[in-house]
């Protein structure tokens, strides 16, 4: 019988209460970045090699990709264990240092694209995984305790998320204390989403966050807000189409198909 690994990183409460649940305050809602692109040319390596020329932001990584690896080796929806490794991993609250999704939604709200070139393959990797799976079509929910955000969200507004946007489809989960709680200062996005991807059979957490992440560059429209009171705010966004593709697809296109005519 296979030997089990007592896991490494922090509680399912720890990490909806500092994780990439709540970093949506950390979105550049007031500019449009420059779209994602040069990623898909990277070629699909191992998870280990792909993080190779960022493995110095994180503390025993070798550690938690070994982790990830492990548990991702009956890969669901047909995906490499790669490539779901690469998803586990990114859902992995990290027990030292900064975690794995933290750095790379700082890179990818970042300005400077160039900063985004030692991520390639691990990008190449993670979002081919998430390609394969199946779009999620209905509501999601996100959101962050002890700020109101709905003055930066006004209705009509048109915007993008650039990191990747991690939800639930289960609000019950976002009511616990660690999370976003029943008193305070809080900010609430009820979320229609057309392009989800569902990751809980790739999640670390698979049993408790019924996670749906939205891809970098996804474009939405701010349908309208409700003070629900207690200091709650909750903002009603709506997923549309954006004006051109803000982020390219994993999947290099061929010669033959890019003289094709529209």
């Known amino acids: 019988m296979a030997a089990t690994y007592p896991s490494r990183t922090t509680s399912s409460a720890d990490n909806l209460a500092n994780s990439r649940y709540t970093d949506v305050k950390e979105e550049p809602v007031d500019k449009l970045l420059t779209p994602i692109n040069g990623y898909q040319n990277a070629p699909l390596l191992p998870l280990e090699e792909a993080l190779s020329a960022v493995s110095h932001f994180f503390i025993d990584l070798e550690e938690n990709v070994y982790i990830a690896k492990h548990n991702s080796q009956n890969p669901k929806d047909g995906l490499t264990q790669d490539e779901s490794a690469a998803i586990h991993l990114y859902t992995m609250q990290f027990p030292s240092g900064d975690s794995l999704f933290a750095v790379l939604n700082q890179i990818l709200r970042a300005e400077r694209r160039n900063s985004l070139m030692p991520w390639f393959p691990f990008l190449k990797l993670f979002i081919t995984g998430l390609f394969k799976l199946q779009s999620v079509r209905g ?88 003070d629900a009171g207690s200091n709650l705010h909750i903002i009603h966004l709506k997923e549309i189409q954006p004006p051109f593709p803000l982020i390219k697809p994993p999947f290099v296109e061929t010669q033959q198909e890019s003289q094709k005519s529209p």
């Open 139 to 226: 509501v999601v929910w996100r959101g962050v305790k002890g700020i109101d955000l709905s003055y930066k969200y006004k209705t009509g507004m048109k915007f993008a998320w650039w990191g990747v946007s991690s939800c639930t489809t289960t609000p019950d989960v976002l009511d616990a204390t660690d999370f976003l709680g029943k008193t305070g200062t809080r900010t609430l996005f009820s979320i229609e989403c057309v392009s989800g991807k569902s990751i809980t059979k790739h999640s670390h957490y698979s049993d408790t966050e019924k996670e749906v992440v939205l891809m970098p560059g996804t474009f939405f429209e701010v349908v309208g807000q409700v």
